[in-house]
């Protein structure tokens, strides 16, 4: 499949299920309207809200998980809902999700180092403290003169100081997005592998995760990932004009447009996913008609 008969694919599919994509959507309704309760309900009913509406999210990050599993193992129908494993799938596709995040994290406070940026902390917050009565005189508040000293307007603390720290800091800064992009895009496979293989060392196996993405095809993965989000940012957009609509507004938009976006966003993953093997599956079946003398 082209990627974009995938994505095609992908938004139509909840309609062709549309009860079992109501259901979903029902879930998300229960959930936002016990979070939206939070803002006027406290105590004990409060807390037990709060835990209902988390686990039914934890539930509905599960059940994406299976929308995966379905499409890469070729079933090409919405999973029926079942609690205690789709409860037991998001708390996995969770972890493996919190994992990527974490990896870029600390790559980044690492790289901090050797660019300076701990030790441009220290010094600045060295001639922070030693010039604190002269920045914090006419009565400016602490966070004022701390604006002042990092935009450069103070002419109390040393330019090169500030100027090193903002230097090393946005260097930082910059490499660590970078970092979460690319694990970001890793973690995508990620557990799309844990869908197929439900192993979570499996979904952690970055040589394994790189080398499925090199079967799909770098190019090919890129611009799927690219056309993916655009398409997500469209029915982000029906979102929010839905979303202006007084009172009944976010409860459609839980019911419709959400459970439609974790539809879309399995159902492509997974294709893309299966997409690689069903074309080397081809390719091996050309391969041994070819070696058939005839």
Do not use: C
């Not at 019911?255 to 997974?270: K, M």
């Amino acid at each position: 499949m082209k990627v974009r008969e995938i994505i095609s694919d992908a938004i139509h599919f909840p309609i062709d299920d549309y009860k079992s994509w109501l259901i979903l959507g029902a879930l998300y309704l229960i959930a936002t309207l016990l979070s939206m309760s939070l803002d006027y309900i406290n105590g004990g009913i409060g807390f037990i809200f709060g835990i209902i509406s988390m686990i039914i999210f934890i539930m509905i990050y599960g059940y994406s998980l299976d929308i995966k599993r379905n499409t890469i193992h070729g079933i090409n129908e919405l999973p029926k809902l079942n609690f205690t494993k789709n409860l037991v799938d998001g708390v996995k596709t969770i972890f493996v999700t919190i994992v990527y995040t974490i990896i870029p994290l600390i790559i980044t406070l690492i790289i901090a180092y050797p660019l300076g940026l701990y030790s441009n902390t220290y010094n600045l917050i060295n001639a922070y403290d030693a010039n604190y009565s002269t920045l914090v005189s006419n009565g400016t508040s602490n966070v004022d003169a701390f604006i002042s000293v990092i935009s450069g307007n103070s002419t109390v603390i040393p330019s090169n100081i500030v100027s090193s720290f903002m230097s090393s800091l946005m260097i930082t800064i910059l490499i660590g997005i970078i970092l979460l992009i690319i694990f970001s895009i890793f973690e995508v496979i990620g557990n799309a592998r844990l869908a197929e293989t439900d192993s979570i060392s499996a979904a952690l196996n970055l040589k394994a995760v790189i080398e499925k993405i090199n079967s799909i095809g770098w190019g090919r993965y890129l611009s799927f990932i690219i056309l993916l989000i655009l398409t997500s940012i469209g029915i982000g957009i029906i979102g929010g004009v839905i979303l202006m609509i007084p009172v009944v507004g976010s409860l459609i938009e839980a019911l419709v447009i959400q459970s439609l976006l974790l539809i879309f966003f399995a159902r492509s993953i997974g294709l893309i996913y299966r997409n690689d093997e069903d074309q080397n599956n081809q390719f091996n079946q050309i391969e041994q008609l070819n070696q058939i003398d005839f």
